[in-house]
């Protein structure tokens, strides 16, 4: 009893106070001129002792996805950093949206007097970059070692299939960075179709569609890259229990990923 009186003055005596502290973004580019000058003398400090050849890496990504003007603006603020010593500034970027951005913002001025030398994008971007390194794209085999690397992540055994992994380079070839994002979509779908195919009540027969994943995923792919054509897909399984033929779709990009999964089929799509 004594025991419980104490706590409970002690709970009476104590009061909690939150307090939130929130720091103004900066507005003004000598704001962030300073605060940078801050972090790389604060690096440098911690760098004492240690290898003179350490260097301050900054990596900058998605700068070709923002607007032409912002685009610009951004390059030219980092331009403004790029000679700091003890630093080294890394850059991913489409090399091609980069020169459209820069065309975009800089032709016009460049073109108001006739006779004017026109701006040149890559003569820019030589002078603004001391290295480039361009990344290849994917080779097949390697796009497809890749997806099946990450089906195998999933720790989900019927993914665990070169079919599956075919179906979906098939459809993101040109585009692997959605590639992940897209396995994650069918892992969804698979485990939702895995609890309606159990349980003392099932809804679907069993393995009706986590048995044939590859299709699962090439039906997933048509739902969300197809959508003008997916309508036309599913009535024509439903009544013919076949594909759509060429003549019925005009798309090509459709007509292309049909041809290269011909083989992935189902019984019964419903």
């Known amino acids: 009893f004594v025991a419980t009186l104490l706590v409970w003055l002690l709970q009476q005596a104590m009061t909690t106070e939150t307090i939130t502290m929130a720091t103004d973004r900066l507005q003004d580019p000598h704001e962030f001129e300073v605060e940078f000058e801050k972090v790389v003398s604060e690096i440098s400090q911690r760098k004492q002792g240690k290898l003179s050849s350490e260097r301050l890496l900054v990596i900058i990504d998605n700068i070709d996805r923002a607007s032409h003007k912002k685009a610009v603006e951004l390059l030219s603020t980092i331009k403004t950093f790029l000679e700091k010593e003890g630093c080294v500034f890394l850059l991913a970027c489409d090399d091609e949206a980069i020169k459209k951005h820069l065309e975009s913002v800089y032709t016009p001025s460049t073109e108001t007097a006739k006779g004017d030398t026109p701006f040149d994008a890559d003569e820019f971007l030589r002078k603004f970059f001391n290295t480039f390194l361009v990344i290849p794209n994917f080779i097949d085999t390697e796009l497809q070692t ?64 986590t048995g044939n994943v590859s299709f699962l995923a090439k039906f997933l792919v048509i739902r969300q890259h197809f959508a003008n054509e997916f309508e036309t897909f599913c009535k024509s399984y439903l009544t013919t229990a076949k594909e759509v033929k060429d003549e019925d779709t005009k798309d090509d990009k459709f007509k292309n990923f049909l041809r290269a999964t011909k083989l992935i089929t189902t019984e019964d799509i419903r």
């Open 146 to 209: 890749y997806t099946e690397n990450l089906l195998t992540r999933t720790n989900v055994a019927e993914f665990d299939s070169t079919d599956v992994a075919y179906v979906i380079t098939s459809a993101f070839r040109n585009n692997p960075r959605q590639i992940k994002q897209f396995i994650n979509t069918l892992l969804a779908h698979f485990l939702l179709a895995q609890e309606r195919e159990g349980g003392s009540k099932p809804l679907l027969a069993p393995k009706a569609i």
